[in-house]
């Protein structure tokens, strides 16, 4: 059988869904950062050791990498399906009025994701597999002191809260979207869906949000 | 009332098109915006002009022959109406009105604004549709059918194939036309038997015709004559990856 | 004398042993036998369909961008069928004799029986498509009362009866396409009929995207146009509906019928202005529950609700105590006329009646009639702008259902072998008058019951013939004339539009040939038509060029009205009686009911075309009733 839209869509939902999966884990992980600096030092550097070491975490990271490329590589292709499926375009366009602005630019923000995740992997994950980091007390790589130094800087505080309203916008619609990919059409659970999709993109999205402020105000030395 | 028209001409397939300025007086409220169009028509024929080509027929909302962009909008301003139902009375004296042809690759421009949307046939003819030849129905009380279930598949049913929803969508996604039908057949015990082949077919033909994907903005909803909900694209998707899993 | 080819025996059995004794074909020899079905509404698509399921090479042709869009779309109401479920007394019977009575005995006994009979099939072959009929909670079918009966027989999908069966019939004939045995011609006009030896062999149609004129051959034709109530330009019909595939077919010979029964529907939206194109239709089943009335007192400014009730004429009650509200249609439109004449309508032109639903909402409560009526008060308001909850709707008749159609026989050929007319296109099952419900069930029937019978009982002997192709000289001189006629249009550059002369037609049709008509009208009519004809001939302006030009398309349409028009008045001044929705002014009683003259007029009119200029020759086909008593129609 040929690949269909559908399939790509497919791709795109359980790419994405995993994803989310993984922001609350991470989440969770960076919320440490807001307990006491000593304590916060001790267990995030355990915490990221942790996500390093096992097996188990070893291979859902590749499933992670693999999420990443396949979504963004699909994004691709499904946008360049439609831009050839639109044919010539309205000398005036007022379709916005009925569709939400995040649902009709995924694109642009998945964009400004992609671009957000080069820096943060470069920033962190690269410096934590190949850089020379110094131990903490625990023999643990210190991540945290990077983390915090790195949120001192305002304009890199800027940079990550633009990011995650970003994000915030994305997940409102890729939640849902996904869900109904996967062929949710219940009304009812539609609509209970919807609700978790907010519920679930505010935390993540203030969860993230509230750490970098937090550093930079609580923690500038 | 007096409106400065925007429309939309093109000589036809192949054609470039371009958009020409026409003042039209003497509009009353109660017009619809055809009869509007077919002032300016009559205009035009006095002037020797050739007259706008626009599709429409029953201009009562249900043949789905009429359809344009207004505005910017599929179908004008009103949401849930069609072309031809849409009145003057929505409009401001001296308002400027874009008219365009409804667009998509999948739906080329014949003239003006009649566009070609033969698509649409041949996702039905790749099964939507109960396969039951003439004489072959068993007693019609002998299906039963639950109420909720019959209105259910109705508002389905409704769609009149005008097309606005592949017009209004970004990616010119057919999902709404194709999952209708679908949703449709497969609600009735009738069209239960064939579903598993009907879904994959119709969507693999949607892909054929050059639809886009649907990102589920559900604009098409809200433009849709019928207000045929979006939750039948996610029963198309349902539909769609059971068969995926199941289908031997 | 002209012979219907009645078969013989018991009216219950005729059908029966005509099905019995009809001629069949191997089915290895139909795949050698090409069909043409000009029209995709629902006589066309289901014939099609039907005829291609047996095995036969069919190609369907329609001026609409798509088969669905065939104006059978748009009928609201139901579908009539004797079920009886609601255990109400109905029968196969009965409901023949409710249609022969409708339609002022002025209709076929064997043919109205049989289309009672096969009602029956119908509702389960609309079922096995899928057709979603409202059901009852535990998922029986349900059913509603519509106008001159008095049993529930009527099957519906909310408003939009017509357009669910017409998918159902649309989907089985996609179903035919993608199997190759149906090829759908779209945005296809058919503008003459082509004869070999008398027969019908081909189809001359124009394409109206590119222009082209094609031939198309087959070894029969079928015609499933619909009706021709766009005579009249304002009407419940859609804009491209015409009378140009039976009206050419009629010029090549097939006799027409009833041509001047139109019928009125009463419930449609009134016009409010001089650039109107539609009289948009509310359905009928509106009368279930709306009671119609007028102000007591002609000349009455107020607006309805500001005329207390003692100042109320409802007037159908007062008529028709018996049906009231559910008249049937002739009456209850004519009913309306009378009353607007005597100067007591409403609304900006005086021309309308009220439909009051203010006792029904009274009685059953809001949310009840919104489920039942809710898409009509939902249309009614986009259309006026109006809230009908709150205040009564205005209603007007306006032309709706043409009774009338080219001449068939009980196979539903018409008087050219070889060519058949299905459904609203020919004339035979509704007389003078159509009950409502009965117009889907009549295509419906036509389709997919009779014409798979007829039709390969013709066909049989087609096989030994030789077989016609589109070099025959006959296609060429078609071909010619057509052309010619395209170009003279073209060339005419005169100054007014196909739409001046249709709409002065159809008001000129309205006034003289419509609800009512006198001897002198109509003889009036004949005159002022023939006189437009010339105009149209040397006055008319076309603009654009011989591809996408739907003026061009127009001029064809409303030539061809002319010339029919002149036809509806030779019909209406020859019958010398009122009968259905013929009224002649006459011939009425004391207090207005229609005189029907059993004696002189117990035939069918079938009118044979002369040439321009000609008047026509009439040819009769009497009417036998071996089973129903004549009786005079009374509602009251």
Redesign the interface.
């Known amino acids: 059988?040929?690949q269909?839209?559908?399939?790509?869509?497919?791709i795109m939902a359980l790419t994405g869904l995993f994803l989310c999966f993984f922001l609350i884990i991470h989440l969770l992980g960076n919320l440490q950062l807001l307990s006491p600096p000593e304590l916060a030092r001790e267990q995030f550097n355990w915490y990221s050791h942790l996500l390093s070491g096992n097996i188990v975490i070893k291979i859902i990271s590749y499933v992670l990498y693999l999420s990443i490329i396949a979504h963004a590589v699909y994004a691709l292709i499904?946008t360049r399906?439609?831009a050839?499926?639109?044919?010539?375009?309205?000398?005036?366009?007022?379709?916005s009025?009925?569709?939400?602005w995040n649902?009709?630019n995924?694109g642009i923000l998945g964009t400004i994701i992609l671009i957000f995740l080069i820096i943060h992997f470069k920033d962190y994950w690269y410096i934590y597999k190949f850089g020379n980091l110094p131990l903490d007390a625990d023999g643990n790589k210190n991540l945290y002191t990077i983390v915090i130094t790195s949120f001192q800087q305002a304009w890199y505080v800027i940079l990550y809260e633009l990011s995650f309203i970003a994000l915030g916008f994305h997940l409102l619609?890729g939640f849902?979207?996904a869900a109904?990919?996967?062929?949710?059409?219940?009304?009812r659970y539609?609509q209970a869906i919807r609700i978790v999709g907010w519920i679930y993109s505010l935390a993540i999205t203030l969860g993230f949000m509230l750490i970098p402020i937090y550093i930079y105000f609580n923690l500038n030395s | 009332m007096k409106l400065k028209l925007k429309i939309w001409r093109q000589e036809n397939r192949e054609a470039k098109g371009n958009i020409i300025s026409y003042d039209v007086e003497g509009i009353s409220e109660h017009m619809s915006f055809l009869e509007m169009l077919d002032l300016l028509n009559e205009r035009l024929i006095k002037q020797g002009e050739r007259v706008i080509e626009f599709d429409h027929d029953c201009r009562e909302g249900i043949c789905g022959a009429c359809g344009m962009m207004i505005n910017g909008r599929a179908h004008g301003p009103l949401s849930g109406t069609t072309t031809c139902q849409l009145h003057m009375r929505s409009f401001k004296d001296g308002e400027t009105v874009y008219i365009e042809p409804f667009r998509a690759a999948a739906f080329p421009v014949l003239r003006d604004l009649k566009i070609d949307r033969s698509a649409f046939d041949h996702i039905i003819q790749s099964g939507g549709y109960v396969s039951a030849s003439t004489g072959q129905a068993p007693e019609s009380n002998s299906i039963l059918i639950p109420h909720n279930i019959t209105e259910a598949a109705f508002d389905a049913a409704a769609c009149i194939g005008c097309g606005a929803c592949v017009a209004t969508c970004k990616n010119s996604s057919a999902a709404l036309f194709t999952s209708a039908k679908i949703s449709h057949l497969v609600l009735l015990p009738q069209g239960k038997t064939e579903s598993a082949d009907r879904v994959i077919q119709m969507v693999n033909q949607m892909d054929e015709e050059g639809f886009g994907h649907c990102s589920n903005t559900d604009a098409c909803e809200v433009e849709c004559p019928q207000e045929i909900s979006t939750l039948h694209i996610g029963r198309m998707n349902y539909e769609y990856n059971k068969a995926l899993l199941l289908r031997k | 004398m002209i012979d219907a080819k009645i078969p013989a025996g018991n009216l219950a059995d005729k059908w029966s042993n005509y099905k019995d004794r009809s001629k069949l074909i191997n089915p290895a020899n139909r795949k050698k036998l090409d069909i043409i079905v000009v029209g995709t509404g629902l006589a066309g698509s289901s014939c099609a369909a039907s005829l291609a399921e047996q095995g036969y090479n069919v190609k369907t042709f329609c001026f609409q961008d798509s088969a669905r869009r065939a104006h059978s779309v748009a009928a609201q109401g139901g579908v009539n069928a004797a079920k009886n479920y609601k255990n109400d007394g109905d029968s196969v019977y009965r409901m023949f004799y409710d249609t022969i009575k409708g339609g002022d005995f002025r209709s076929r006994e064997a043919n109205v029986y049989r289309l009672a009979e096969c009602s029956l099939a119908l509702i389960d072959q609309a079922v096995a498509q899928g057709v979603p009929f409202a059901r009852e909670y535990a998922g029986y079918l349900s059913n509603r009362s519509f106008g001159g009966v008095q049993v529930s027989r009527t099957f519906y999908a909310r408003g939009q009866t017509g357009q669910q069966l017409l998918i159902g019939a649309y989907q089985a004939l996609m179903r035919q396409e993608s199997l190759g045995k149906v090829k759908t011609y779209t945005r296809h006009e058919m503008l003459d009929l082509v004869l070999v030896d008398g027969k019908a062999k081909g189809i001359i149609a124009r394409n109206l995207e590119t222009g082209e004129i094609e031939r198309h051959a087959a070894n029969a034709v079928v015609l499933a146009t619909g009706g021709y109530g766009k005579v009249y330009y304002l009407s419940t019909l859609a804009m491209g509906c015409n009378t140009s595939a039976i009206w050419r077919a009629h010029k090549k010979g097939a006799l027409m019928s009833g041509v001047s029964w139109i019928q009125f529907h009463p419930t449609c939206l009134p016009q409010i202005g001089e650039t109107q194109s539609k009289l948009t239709l509310m359905s009928e089943s509106l009368r279930n529950d709306g009671r119609i009335w007028v102000p007591k007192k002609a000349g009455d400014e107020r607006v309805p609700n500001e005329i207390p009730e003692e100042e109320r004429d409802y007037y159908l009650e007062r008529r028709y105590p018996t049906f009231g509200n559910l008249s049937p249609r002739d009456i209850s439109s004519r009913a309306a006329k009378e009353r607007i004449d005597a100067g007591c309508g409403l609304g900006p032109m005086k021309n309308a009646v009220c439909l009051d639903f203010s006792k029904a909402l009274k009685e059953q409560g809001r949310d009840k009639i919104e489920e039942k009526y809710g898409n009509l008060f939902r249309m009614y308001e986009k259309i006026n702008g109006i809230d009908a909850y709150k205040e009564p709707m205005l209603i007007s008749p306006a032309a709706h259902f043409t009774m009338g159609g080219l001449w068939v026989d009980y196979e539903l050929m018409t008087s050219i072998p070889g060519l058949f007319a299905l459904g609203e296109a020919n004339f035979s099952d509704h007389g003078a008058n159509r009950l409502g419900a009965n117009s889907l069930l009549q295509s419906c029937v036509d389709g997919y019951f009779i014409a798979p019978y007829t039709i390969p009982n013709y066909l049989s002997a087609e096989l030994k013939a030789e077989k016609v192709t589109i070099d025959h000289p006959a296609f060429s001189e078609s071909e010619q004339m057509i052309r010619e006629q395209l170009d003279r249009f073209m060339n005419v550059q005169g100054h007014l539009s196909a739409d001046h002369f249709h709409k002065t037609l159809g008001k000129l049709l309205y006034d003289k040939c419509g609800l009512s008509r006198t001897r002198e009208s109509l003889e009036q009519a004949i005159i002022e038509i023939k006189a437009l004809k010339k105009s149209f001939d040397h006055e008319l302006k076309i603009t654009g060029d011989q591809q996408v030009n739907s003026e061009l398309e127009k001029a064809g349409r409303v030539a061809d009205f002319l010339e029919l028009g002149i036809l509806m008045c030779y019909d209406a001044l020859q019958r010398e009686e009122s009968c259905g929705a013929h009224f002649r002014e006459e011939f009425q009683t004391a207090d207005g009911e229609a005189v029907r003259n059993d004696e002189d007029f117990c035939y069918v009119s079938a009118w044979e075309w002369k040439g321009e200029d000609q008047p026509p020759e009439l040819h009769k086909e009497p009417l036998v009733f071996e089973t129903v008593e004549l009786t005079v129609r009374s509602y009251k």
């Not at chain 1, 050839?84 to 379709?95: E, F, L, W």
């Not at chain 1, 009025?97 to 939400?100: A, C, F, I, R």
């Open positions: 059988m040929k269909t839209t559908l399939i790509y869509k497919l499904i399906v439609n050839k499926a639109k044919g010539s375009k309205y000398v005036y366009d007022n379709r009025e009925v569709s939400s649902s009709r995924m619609h849902f979207s109904r990919t996967l062929g949710l059409y219940h009304r539609a």
